[in-house]
C-alpha cells in the first residue's frame, strides 16, 4: 500500500441558517457555523471533516474561529508531509504539539479516516472493528421554552415518522417555571414519544435534588448533565437515589473522565460525542471503558450538519448496544446542508449509508454559498497591525 502523504489542510468556516431557534442554557441561535476541512494528498486524494459548537465557545472553549486558526496555523503544519495512515502517532504529535483543542483535532482526525477509508476502498466503520448497526434512533432537540409549541413541533415529528424521542434544552429559566415546562411536554406526549431533559450543568444540588422526581412522575425517562461538570461526587448520588436515568454529557471528555465515572458509578449513561473527546478513534477508546465499567451509552451531538453526522453514525455503526438511542439531528436543524445527500431518517432511525471513507460529499453550489470568506492568520493580522504603526 503507497502512502498518504498530506499535501495540505483547508480550513473554511462555513456559516448555516437554522430552520427556527435553537434555546441552549446559556445562548439563543438562529445560525450554526462548522468548520469544513478538506485534506489533500500528493496523488489527489481527498479527506473531508467538520468541526462544529453548539453555537459558540460556551460548551468546551472553543469556537469555529479558534478552530480554524489552530488548524491554519498549528495542526496544517504538524501534519503536512506525514502519511494519513499513521493516524495513532500523528494524534499523539499533536497531543504534544497542543495542549486541548480536542474539536480541532476531531475535525482532521475525521478527514484522515475518511482518506484512509477511500485509499483502502472501504467504509471508515470497517477500519474501527466494523458494523454493528445499520441505524440508529435519534432523539429531536425541543428548544424554544414553551410547552405548547413544543408539542406541536412533536407532533410533526411523530406524523413524518421522523423522531419519536424529544429532548428538552432545559436551564434558561427558573427551575420552576423550567420542570413545570417539562413535565407539560412529557404529559402531552405521554405513550407516544420518548422525553428527556437536559439543563446543561445549570442546576445545583438542592434544586436537581427537588427538580428530577418531579420529572420522572411526569413520565420523563432520563435527565442529562443537570449540575457542573466536575461535581461527579454529586452525580453519583442523584443516580443512586433517582428512578429515572442519569446521563453525562460535558462531565465526561476524556478516557480518564471516563474511568473516574465508572468507578464512582456517576451516572447510568454516558453521552459520546465525538468533538470532545477529539476523535473518533479516541471516542471508542471512552466507550470501551463505559462498557467495561458497566455504564451505558448514548450517541450524542454537537449539531453537526450531514457531514459531521456522517461520520458520528460511522463510529456510531460500532456500538451494539444504545438503549436510550442517540441525538446525531443536527441535519434537520439546519434550513440548508453542504452535503451533496444529507442524512436520512427512516422510521425514527438515522441510516447509515453505503459508501467508502465517511460516504458523504461537498456540495461545492452549496459550500460557495455559504462559505465565510475571512481571514484569520496570525501572520497576517500582525503584517496589517504592523503596517498601520
Ligand atoms: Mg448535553
Redesign the pocket.
Known sequence: MSKLTIQSIEAIIVDLPLRRLQRFAAVGANSTSIVLVRMRTKDGLEGIGEAVTPSGPWWGGESVETIKLMIDEQIAPVLTGTDAFDLAPSMARLDRALFGNAFAKASVEMAMLDLQGKALGVPVHDLMGGKRRASLPCSWPLATGEASSEIEEAERMLESKRHNIFKLKMGAVDPVQDVERACAVARGLEGRASVRG?P?EMWDETTTKWAVPRMADAGIVMV??PMARWNLAASARLTARSNCAIMI??GLCTPQDMLRIAEMRAADLV?LKVMKSAGLLATRRIADIAEAGGISLYM?TFLECSIGTAANMQLCATLADLPYGGELSGPGLVAEDIAVQAARYVDFELQLEEGVGLAVEVDEDKLKAFRRDRTYSVHASRKSMSAKA
Do not use: A, I, K, Y
Open positions: 437536559d446543561n442529562e448533565q454529557d460535558e453521552s450524542g
